[in-house]
T-cell receptor
Framework: GNSVTQMEGPVTLSEEAFLTINCTYT??????LFWYVQYPGEGLQLLLK?????DKGSNKGFEATYRKETTSFHLEKGSVQVSDSAVYFC?????????FGTGTRLQVFP | DSGVTQTPKHLITATGQRVTLRCSPR?????VYWYQQSLDQGLQFLIQ???????AKGNILERFSAQQFPDLHSELNLSSLELGDSALYFC??????????????FGPGTRLTVL
């Protein structure tokens, strides 16, 4: 079945630094891929998604490209802000469910 | 605001007790999902309902049960509570039942503390 490997956190950065959170997956076929974000004290919300291979999802300055040749969906942002501090989940589907795991905690300091 | 509501926000109870968590999905969404989030296990999928019927099951204990009512709200029942059941419980909804493509919208969660 499908599975995901996401880099462990916490990731600690200074404001305006470049962010990469790695995510690699195994999947049957080419399902849509998702990044969800959980801000402190809140539920998860969709950050971005890509529906097919080579698609790029983007939102709020974050980007991720669905790369079938490397089976990756790495999350990037050119310049992080303190308000980006949150937990980020790469979530590929596995059959009839999304696999969220423990996520990657990002802490951005001014 | 995702449009998904959950009540109560916080629940404190004792071991052996039974509680009910309630979720109202976004208007028009037919699918409801329940998740448990704990520090050591991360976010674990429990169960999914679609238009009143159970569609998928995850790591849900036998002491836990859920249902979705004709008005599409859902309840998660947790019984014979143990200390280890203390966690955040999230409800999410989506328009349809295609997990592989649908966006899930999460509620703010119910924090359960079992003493």
């Amino acid at each position: 079945g499908n599975s995901v490997t996401q880099m462990e956190g916490p990731v600690t950065l200074s404001e305006e630094a470049f962010l990469t959170i790695n995510c690699t997956y195994t999947a049957t076929g080419y399902p849509s891929l998702f990044w969800y974000v959980q801000y402190p004290g809140e539920g998860l919300q969709l950050l971005l998604k890509a529906t097919k291979a080579d698609d790029k999802g983007s939102n709020k300055g974050f980007e991720a490209t669905y790369r079938k040749e490397t089976t990756s969906f790495h999350l990037e942002k050119g310049s992080v802000q303190v308000s980006d501090s949150a937990v980020y989940f790469c979530a590929p589907p596995r059959g009839d469910k999304l696999i969220f795991g423990t996520g990657t905690r990002l802490q951005v300091f001014p | 605001d995702s449009g998904v509501t959950q009540t109560p926000k916080h629940l404190i109870t004792a071991t052996g007790q039974r509680v009910t968590l309630r979720c109202s999905p976004r208007s028009g969404d037919l699918s409801v999902y329940w998740y448990q989030q704990s520090l050591d296990q991360g976010l674990q999928f429990l169960i999914q309902y679609y238009n009143g019927e159970e569609r998928a099951k995850g790591n849900i204990l036998e002491r836990f049960s859920a249902q979705q009512f004709p008005d599409l709200h859902s309840e998660l029942n947790l019984s014979s509570l143990e200390l280890g059941d203390s966690a955040l419980y999230f409800c999410a909804s989506s328009a349809d039942l295609k997990v592989s493509t649908d966006t899930q919208y999460f509620g703010p969660g119910t924090r359960l503390t079992v003493l």
